[in-house]
Structures are given as structure tokens and as C-alpha cells.
């Protein structure tokens, strides 16, 4: 075992994967399910209003680092007791136009925050501070956060949340826009869409939930479930 | 606008071709890393993450294939933090069988045992290194592309691995098909 090439050789016989072309029978069908279930699911921007990953990795990559300098600089009320603002991490990072949607949780406490122009502003209230994490059950979605705010592009909303076991697309239908497609990262969920109809007035004679008529979600295994508007809301 | 709607047909194509030239190299990439059981979980992941971001899919094989890998790569560390996200990136290697009827030279199965062993005294990051040249056929700049370093980086990285698998292999005792012998030390990055 002197040269490269001998060691080279000598280690592809110890490779220690299974899989090989042509693919067992078995193997094959379980590709081709995979494949199936994959193109059901919608693409980004081919039909549903789908937040997307940002081509520049390096503005999300800014974005998160605004967002997370602006929670540092967050004054907490008193009233709402010690928290420790530094284990507010970005989770999740969306792209839609010029505005960069980065979703920021502890594991219980949560927070959206909006980029534009490089210029980082926190939306919606800390929620869930001092709470016990939720457990989302299997297949299931449960929403933790909301927030309404103006951007360059309008008003826009925004939920975020929990997805339970084996879910890998949730589809919100919004009263404003429709079927909109959430991202989900790490069993969190977090959507937005442009909402030109909010105002104070509406805003003040809305319920809970009246920005959603239902929650479809897929899971790992290719079936697709409603989840009821109360479900999301955990009431 | 509808739930059900999915890519256009080019946009299908595309993916199509991309999964029928890139599943077997992903399935066993995954499978050198995880336990079996979850290897085809992390390739619908990753899959998933290709059909939700397919404009930023190369559109060359090659460099498709390794930006597929390097998502499989992060869908495999995702869950492990600190310590364990180090022995995540551990590659496994092959246990060398010294009953195998295909293998019927002494010296080859010797030699083959001594490299089992060898490999498992590497660090994670050289068995890495090593795993995508040799086994996943990537070259230098894509491999280095997968590791989010650089090129001459990942030549480095490379060329002190096989030196510590040489090294660990040539130091072993004198291979007995029966026998383990398991130093404690690991090589270094």
C-alpha cells in the first residue's frame, strides 16, 4: 500500500454503500413513489403565491445577521420578566421580492422580523415567553406567531409555527391571496402574503383566525390532510 | 390559483432527469453516513429541497450532483448540534469480510482488513475528504463545494487523510483475519 492509486483502489472495494444501478425492484418502486409525491407537491412561484429561498445566499445570510442584531437592541417590558434575548436564533429565511421574512425563536418564544433595502424591523409581539414548548402531534400544524406590518410592497401577514412528524408542505388558504405554500425548515413553518385590505378598523372587528379559511398539509408518505383553522389556532 | 397546481412541464422535465441521473449516487452517499433505515428519508429530503429550489439547481450534471450532495450533507447534520455534529460527518466504511469467496488472495485480504481498520482511527474529516473522492467520484473544486471550502483547502484536507490512512494502515500490527487491534488515537484535521 504504497502508492495513491493502490490505496485508491483498494478503498473503493470497501465502500460501504448498498445501493447499486440497476435498481432492485423494491428499491425502484420506492424511487418512483418518491418521485411521484415530490411533483405533486407545488414548486416554488409555479402556482401558488410561495415564499422562496433567496438566490444570493449571502443576502440571507445579511438579513439573518440584521434581524438578529435588532433583537439584541429589543427593550423586553418588565412585565414580561427575564428573557434571554440572545437564544433568539433564526430558524427560518424567506425571499419574496425585496423583502427578506427571517422567523426567530428560542424554542418557545418567537419573533418575525422583516428585511428591505438592508434595513432590519421586528414585527408582531414576543409570544409565548415563559411557556412550555408545544408539542405538535404527528401530521398535524399548530400557528404560534402572527404579525401584520408595512413594507415597500404594502401591508403583508405573516404566521409561523410548529409542524408535528412527517409533514413536508402546509398550504395555507388565505382569505386575502388564496393557497399560499409555507416554507417549512426544521419543524417550523413560517408564511406571508401581501393583505392590501388591512386596516385598524378591520383589524379591530377580525376574530382569531379570520385571515385563514383552512390548512392543508402533506406528509412524508405522500397523503395530503385538512387541518382545521381551530387546530392551527390550538383552540 | 390552486394547491394542486405543480411545476410547468419544462420545470417537471427537468426535475425528472435530474432524479434518474442523481438517485443511486445520493442514496449511497447517504448510505455510507446514516443507519439504512433513515438513508432513503434523507434523500426525499433532499430531493424536496431540489424540487422547491430547482432554479438554483446546476444545470450541469456534475455540479448538480454535488449540490445535491451537499444538501443530503446539511439534511444529515441538521439534527445534531456541538460535539455530536462532528461524529455525524463520519463516513463508515465497508467491514472487510476475510470469508469472502470473491476475495481470494491472502495478501489482498490482509491488506483489505488493515484498511478497515485504518479508516475507523481517521477523523471524521478526513474520512469525508477521502469518502467524496473515492467513492462519490467528485473532483476537487465540486468536492470542496460540497464542504463549503475551498479548492486548495480541500486538496490539503485530501492529501493529509490519505497520509494518516497510509500511516494508521502501515502502523497496524501484522493483520490476523481474527484479531482487532484499536489504538486509541485518531487523526487530526
Same mark, same amino acid.
Request: proline share 6%; net charge neutral.
Given at each position: 500500500?504504497t502508492?495513491?492509486? =493502490?490505496?485508491? =483502489? ?12 440497476? $435498481? ?22 409555479a402556482g ?6 433567496? @438566490? ?12 438578529a442584531a435588532?433583537v439584541?437592541?429589543m427593550?423586553?417590558?418588565?412585565e !414580561? ?6 437564544? !433568539? ?81 402546509v ?16 419543524? %417550523? ?47 | !390559483?390552486?394547491? %394542486? /397546481? ?9 426535475? @425528472? ?12 452517499? *447517504? ?6 433505515? %433513515?438513508?432513503? =428519508?434523507? *434523500?426525499?429530503? &433532499? ?16 455540479? &448538480? ?10 439534511t ?27 476475495v481470494i488472495?491472502? /495478501? ?14 481517521l477523523?471524521?474529516? %478526513?474520512?469525508e ?6 467513492? =462519490? ?18 486538496? $490539503?484536507? $485530501?492529501?493529509?487523510?490519505? @497520509?494518516?490512512l497510509?500511516?494508521?494502515?502501515? @502502523?497496524?500490527p501484522?493483520?490476523?483475519? &481474527? ?11
Amino acid at each position: 500500500m504504497t502508492t495513491t492509486t =493502490d490505496l485508491s =483502489d483498494l478503498l473503493r472495494t470497501l465502500d460501504p454503500a448498498r445501493t447499486s444501478a440497476p $435498481l432492485d425492484p423494491a428499491v425502484g418502486a420506492r424511487a418512483q413513489a418518491l418521485l411521484d409525491r415530490t411533483l405533486a407537491l407545488p414548486v416554488s412561484g409555479a402556482g401558488t403565491p410561495s415564499p422562496r429561498r433567496g @438566490r444570493s445566499p449571502r443576502r440571507l445570510v445579511a438579513a439573518e445577521r440584521s434581524c438578529a442584531a435588532e433583537v439584541r437592541s429589543m427593550r423586553v417590558p418588565d412585565e !414580561m420578566g427575564p428573557v434571554d434575548l440572545s437564544r !433568539m436564533m433564526p430558524v427560518l429565511s424567506d425571499v419574496r421580492g425585496p423583502v427578506v421574512l427571517v422567523y426567530l425563536t428560542d424554542g418557545v418564544s418567537e419573533l418575525s422580523c422583516y428585511v428591505e433595502d438592508g434595513q432590519a424591523g421586528l414585527a408582531g409581539s414576543m409570544t409565548n415567553v415563559g411557556a412550555r414548548p408545544t408539542v405538535v402531534p404527528r401530521g398535524s400544524v399548530r400557528c404560534s406567531g402572527g404579525s401584520i406590518t408595512r413594507t415597500g410592497i404594502g401591508m403583508v401577514r405573516a404566521v409561523t409555527g410548529t409542524v408535528g412528524d412527517g409533514v413536508v408542505s402546509v398550504v395555507l388558504d388565505t382569505v386575502a391571496q388564496g393557497p399560499v405554500t409555507a416554507t417549512v425548515v426544521d419543524r %417550523h413553518f413560517a408564511a406571508w402574503w401581501p393583505d392590501e385590505h388591512v386596516t385598524d378598523a378591520a383589524e379591530d372587528r377580525a376574530g382569531p383566525g379570520d385571515e385563514l379559511r383552512g390548512v392543508t398539509v402533506t406528509l412524508r408518505d405522500g397523503s395530503v390532510r385538512d387541518v382545521p383553522v381551530e387546530t392551527l389556532l390550538g383552540q | !390559483m390552486d394547491i %394542486h /397546481d405543480t411545476g410547468p412541464p419544462d420545470l417537471e422535465r427537468r426535475f @425528472r432527469d435530474l432524479f434518474a441521473s442523481t438517485y443511486v449516487d445520493l442514496l449511497r452517499f *447517504v448510505e455510507r453516513r446514516v443507519h439504512p433505515s %433513515h438513508a432513503e =428519508d434523507i *434523500v426525499a429530503d &433532499a430531493y424536496l429541497v431540489a424540487w422547491r429550489r430547482l432554479a438554483e439547481v446546476p444545470t450541469d450534471h456534475d455540479d &448538480a450532483r454535488a449540490w445535491l450532495v451537499g444538501v443530503a450533507r446539511r439534511t444529515v447534520m441538521s439534527g445534531v448540534r456541538g460535539e455530536q455534529r462532528r461524529a455525524a460527518l463520519a463516513v463508515r466504511v465497508a467491514e472487510a469480510d476475510a470469508t469472502s469467496a470473491a476475495v481470494i488472495d491472502a /495478501d489482498l485480504v490482509v491488506r483489505r482488513l488493515d484498511l478497515a481498520r485504518a479508516w475507523k482511527q481517521l477523523s471524521a474529516v %478526513h474520512q469525508e475528504a477521502l469518502a467524496l473522492a473515492i467513492w =462519490d467520484g467528485l473532483d476537487s473544486p465540486r468536492a470542496a463545494a460540497v464542504l463549503g471550502i475551498s479548492p486548495v483547502a480541500y486538496r $490539503l484536507r $485530501l492529501s493529509r487523510g490519505r @497520509r494518516a490512512l497510509r500511516a494508521f494502515a502501515e @502502523r497496524l500490527p501484522t493483520a490476523d483475519p &481474527a484479531t482487532s487491534v484499536v489504538p486509541s488515537t485518531r487523526s487530526t484535521p
